[in-house]
């Protein structure tokens, strides 16, 4: 027997929240940020879907990824991504499927001296992920999520403007609420 992708009821109502747990710079030969080998972090922040009745899921997304080692708070440099997502739900067999694309901002905040001289311009941000849940009941389920991030930032010092690479790969996990 072969069942339809669309399986169940797809007029059902949830809420989702996802912490990020890691991100990994595709950017990583970058002067302003030190990394002469691919360097990944953990992410904080949040990751929240809704999902209302027929109408595609939105949601939003932000948090922050820090790159350097400080002694304080004060001179840790970061990189900060607030998304706006779109997704589109499929229901296969036993599996709740969500592909979704994003569109934000990524800004680069750098704390540490040797960034005086520098100028930061936030810049625009896109994404395309893809989430996979296992239902542990009808009304709940346990997901991990892929993200693919493009974005950079322009930076200037004085009259000359360069654009770094702040993109990577992240990946999510998190829980569904459905009612």
Known sequence: MILPVF???????GIS?????YYSFSGFDNKLYAHTEPYSAIPEGHILHFEYKSF????????????????TEEEKSYIEI??????????YQNLNLFGGIG?????????I???????FKKGT???????????FTENFDFHLSAHRISGSN????????????????MAAFGILIKW
């Open 17 to 21: 929240y996802s912490q990020p747990s």
């Open 82 to 91: 607030n998304f706006i997502d779109v997704l589109y739900r499929f229901k």
């Open 103 to 111: 569109y934000g901002n990524i800004e680069y905040k750098c704390k």
């Open 56 to 71: 595609l899921p939105i949601g939003i997304e932000s948090y922050k990824v820090y790159i350097s080692e400080a002694n």
């Open 154 to 169: 322009e930076v200037s010092i004085g009259e000359k403007d360069e654009n770094i690479n702040l993109g990577g790969s």
């Open 125 to 135: 941000a896109t994404q395309l992920f893809f989430q996979v849940g296992i239902p």
């Open 113 to 119: 001296s040797a960034c005086k001289p520098y100028s």
């Open 7 to 13: 399986v169940g009821d797809l007029s059902a109502s």
